[in-house]
């Protein structure tokens, strides 16, 4: 199964960008979307940005992700 991952782009030094996600800060190549920004939130997959959107779905995605950690704890 391949999952994409929200993010928030912090700060971007030409292709790479400081990302958080989650609470956890990471180095995204950002080459494969159009025009990136800080606070752009953006979908995260294998290292890549891969789309943008909206900070309301990027929330959404947070709670879901959230809830899936959740449930694995529980099931150990």
């Not at 391949?2 to 190549?29: F, H, Q, Y």
């Not at 995260?44 to 694995?72: N, P």
């Amino acid at each position: 199964m391949c999952l994409a991952i929200p993010g928030r782009i912090l700060s971007i030094d030409k292709t790479w960008a400081e990302v958080d996600v989650m609470g956890i800060l990471s180095k995204v190549n950002v080459q494969l979307i159009d025009n990136p920004k800080v606070d752009d939130s953006i979908l995260i997959h294998a290292g890549c940005a891969i789309q943008k959107i909206s900070v309301e779905y990027s929330l959404y995605l947070q709670d879901v992700l959230t809830e899936f950690i959740i449930e694995d704890d529980k099931n150990g």
